[in-house]
């Protein structure tokens, strides 16, 4: 079952008797009421131990190996989360005090055998990440960006046309996660063949912690393995023989007399087409349960496709927060919302709690198509890893509403969704909708 969209604020529930370790509070309802007690009664709090880590499960021959590397145990590790937006904000915006490249961004260590490919801008600081980012810019400017703005359109109809006649879906596969999978691979020059492998590939790395997608630390080595592989090979296949897409933008790009190696290509391609798959995928997901959910806000709409999407699309982000958490590393002795943190601690920025924050949101659990002013954190909380694909998605998130609400008006969510288990990604495997069936605007004619 989905986490309720019911306002918690009337709690009885103290924030340090909050544990986000406990797997079980991530997938029931009182998720948001752990995360409004510990607004109120702790906004920087210590905690300890991996959501979904089970002990039992875990591998004993690699958890030993981890140990003797000096890695912590995952039931073990302590960490502090921050669930305040304004603290969320400082943290973002001072990579001085909280650094990404020191243990990584997930809570827990990364292997190093994972961080050689998965070691992408998500992890560096200045000046590493500052000359990348310079570097995979070239590839995102507001010209490359336009000239796929029709395409997205064409792609989000043809969509459409490929489901209208149905009545009925399976809605993220079918329709949420179709659209970015298709931008990003043909932006990228990836062939529809290979398309089917990297949504695999992506399903696996982001599904951490739930046994349908990673049962072993093999099979997620397998997908990070296989995703930067494939990266590396288009990157020097590009370099070789560029073509009108942005891997041969990225590969013969060149800032201050230097230019991406494949190596570093190879990895930075496992962060877009994870990012660029999955995250646009859940936003697109919980837009559509939302709607279900609030059929007036979907009226409003309605009523003005073209007025409201703009405020639309900002709410389903901060909605759905499809990246619920990162973490940085502190570099020196700091206070952080009245907690003294030390060098060497790791601090976990929740932006599903900073976007729910009364302090910030007027009633923030309710939805709301035409909030404003509307400054989530659903892409980040700026500063220097602020989403490189943030307008991407929103085009994307864009789009395909408007063509599903002007030529199936009346679709719905018609079963529960069903949820990813994961602390990280917001995500929904799952959730058939229903409408009544139309016409394609291409039908061919025979």
């Known amino acids: 079952m989905a986490p309720t969209d019911t306002d918690p604020c009337t709690t009885e529930l103290r924030g340090e008797d909050v544990d986000l370790a406990d797997g079980a509070l991530w997938m029931g309802p009182q998720r948001e009421e752990a995360f409004a007690a510990l607004r109120r009664d702790l906004p920087v709090s210590r905690q300890r131990g991996l959501p979904f880590f089970d002990p039992d499960a875990a591998d004993p021959v690699l958890l030993a190996e981890n140990l003797a590397r000096g890695l912590p145990h995952p039931g073990e590790i302590e960490w502090w989360a921050v669930t305040r937006y304004d603290d969320v904000m400082h943290v973002s915006r001072h990579p001085e005090l909280f650094a990404s490249g020191l243990g990584g961004t997930n809570i827990g260590d990364i292997p190093q055998e994972i961080a050689e490919f998965l070691g992408s801008m998500i ?7 500052t000359k990348l980012r310079k570097l995979v810019n070239r590839g995102f400017t507001p010209r490359h960006i336009a000239r796929i703005e029709d395409h997205v359109r064409e792609q989000a109809r043809a969509i459409v046309d490929a489901i209208c006649e149905k009545g009925e879906v399976e809605f993220v596969s ?153 973490r940085r590393t502190a570099t020196e002795d700091t206070v952080l919302g009245g907690q003294e943190i030390a060098a060497g601690d790791r601090v976990v920025m929740f932006y599903n709690s900073a976007n729910r924050d009364e302090e910030v949101f007027d009633e923030p659990f309710r939805f709301d198509v035409t909030r404003s002013p509307n400054d989530h954190v659903g892409f980040g909380a700026g500063g220097p890893h602020f989403c490189l694909g943030a307008n991407l998605a929103r085009r994307e998130i864009r789009v395909m509403f408007e063509e599903l609400l002007s030529r199936l008006p009346d679709i719905e969510v018609s079963s529960e969704p069903d949820m990813l288990q994961s602390a990280f990604i917001h995500g929904i495997k799952r959730m058939k909708a229903s409408f009544t069936p139309r016409p394609p605007l291409n039908r061919r004619s025979g």
Not at 239 to 250: G, Q, V
Request: glycine share 6%.
């Open 174 to 326: 079918e329709v949420a996660a179709a659209l970015p999978l298709q931008i990003i691979c043909e932006m990228m020059g990836i062939p529809a063949s290979d398309q089917r492998q990297i949504f695999e590939w992506t399903n696996t790395i982001l599904g951490v912690g739930d046994p349908e997608y990673v049962s072993t630390f093999e099979d997620l080595m397998a997908a990070g393995f296989g995703l930067f592989q494939y990266g590396l090979e288009l990157a020097e296949e590009r370099l070789a023989n560029p073509r009108e897409d942005i891997t041969s933008t990225l590969m013969h790009a060149e800032v201050d007399g230097e230019r991406l190696s494949a190596s570093e290509l190879g990895s930075f391609f496992v962060l877009l087409v994870v990012a660029g798959n999955e995250t646009t995928r859940t936003a697109i997901s919980h837009g559509l349960l939302q709607l279900t959910r609030n059929p007036d806000q979907k009226q409003r709409w309605l009523a003005d496709l073209d007025g409201v999407s703009p405020t639309a699309v900002e709410e389903i982000v901060r909605w759905a927060s499809p990246v619920i958490h990162f």
């Open 123 to 129: 992890n560096m600081d200045a000046p590493r990440h």
